[in-house]
T-cell receptor, first 114, second 115 residues
C-alpha cells in the first residue's frame, strides 16, 4: 500500500469547517483513499473513502485532487466531539480479500476549541 | 445493533504469564482482524481471519502470539510468556466479508499492561 503523509496536529474553532490534508504521492490507480478517526480511548471509526471522485456522506466530505496525489477530509461544522486522531489510509482493493488489512500511520490530531 | 465487543477492557499481568483476550464480532461478519496499538502510534495489524481460518498472520510479532476462531465467530488472542513490551491496546475489528472494500468496525480494545 502507498504511504501517506499527514501533519501531526491542527486545531479549529467549534462550528467552523475543519480541513484535514493528506499526501499520498505514490498512490496507484487501484488504490482507494480511506479515512478513519479515533476518539480518545475508543477504537477507530470509519468515516469515508473514495477512489478519484469527491465523496460526501453524513459525517464528512472527501476531496481528492485530479492527480490523486493528495486529498482533504472536510468536517463542515466541527464540534467538540470531533476532537480525535484522524488517519488517512491508502488501500489496495482486490476481490480476493488480499490486502484487506488496514495500514495506519500516526494520523493527525485534530483539536476543536470552543 | 450490537457492535464489536472485547473482554476484558483492561488486563494487568506479570511478566512471563499467559493471557487471553476475547473478541466478539458483529453477528454475521465473516472477517475478523486483530490489531495492536502502542502509545502514540496508530494501530498495527496482527492477524486476519476469514471464517475459521487465519487468512493472513503476517503481523504476529513472534511465536508467543497465537489467535484462534474455532467456530468462525468469537476469536481469542493468546499471548504466552508475556513481556513488558507487549503492553499495548489490542483492538479487534470485523467486516461483513473479507473484501478490501468492506468497512471494518472496531471494538473498544483491551488495554494490556505487563508489569
Amino acid at each position: 500500500d502507498a504511504k501517506t503523509t499527514q501533519p501531526p496536529s491542527m486545531d479549529c474553532a467549534e462550528g467552523r469547517a475543519a480541513n484535514l490534508p493528506c499526501n499520498h504521492s505514490t498512490i496507484s490507480g487501484n488504490e482507494y483513499v480511506y479515512w478513519y478517526r479515533q476518539i480518545h480511548s475508543q477504537g477507530p471509526q470509519y468515516i469515508i473513502h473514495g477512489l478519484k471522485n469527491n465523496e460526501t456522506n453524513e459525517m464528512a466530505s472527501l476531496i481528492i485532487t485530479e492527480d490523486r496525489k493528495s486529498s482533504t477530509l472536510i468536517l463542515p461544522h466541527a464540534t467538540l466531539r470531533d476532537t480525535a486522531v484522524y488517519y488517512c489510509i491508502v488501500r489496495v482493493t482486490s476481490s480476493s480479500g488480499a490486502n484487506s488489512k488496514l495500514t495506519f500511520g500516526k494520523g493527525i490530531t485534530l483539536s476543536v476549541r470552543p | 445493533g450490537a457492535g464489536v465487543s472485547q473482554t476484558p477492557s483492561n488486563k494487568v499481568t506479570e511478566k512471563g504469564k499467559y493471557v487471553e483476550l476475547r473478541c466478539d464480532p458483529i453477528s454475521g461478519h465473516t472477517a475478523l482482524y486483530w490489531y495492536r496499538q502502542s502509545l502514540g502510534q496508530g494501530p498495527e495489524f496482527l492477524i486476519y481471519f476469514q471464517g475459521t481460518g487465519a487468512a493472513d498472520d503476517s503481523g504476529l510479532p513472534n511465536d508467543r502470539f497465537f489467535a484462534v476462531r474455532p467456530e468462525g465467530s468469537v476469536s481469542t488472542l493468546k499471548i504466552q510468556r508475556t513481556e513488558r513490551g507487549d503492553s499495548a491496546v489490542y483492538l479487534c475489528a470485523s467486516s461483513l466479508s473479507g473484501r478490501a472494500t468492506d468497512t471494518q468496525y472496531f471494538g473498544p480494545g483491551t488495554r494490556l499492561t505487563v508489569l
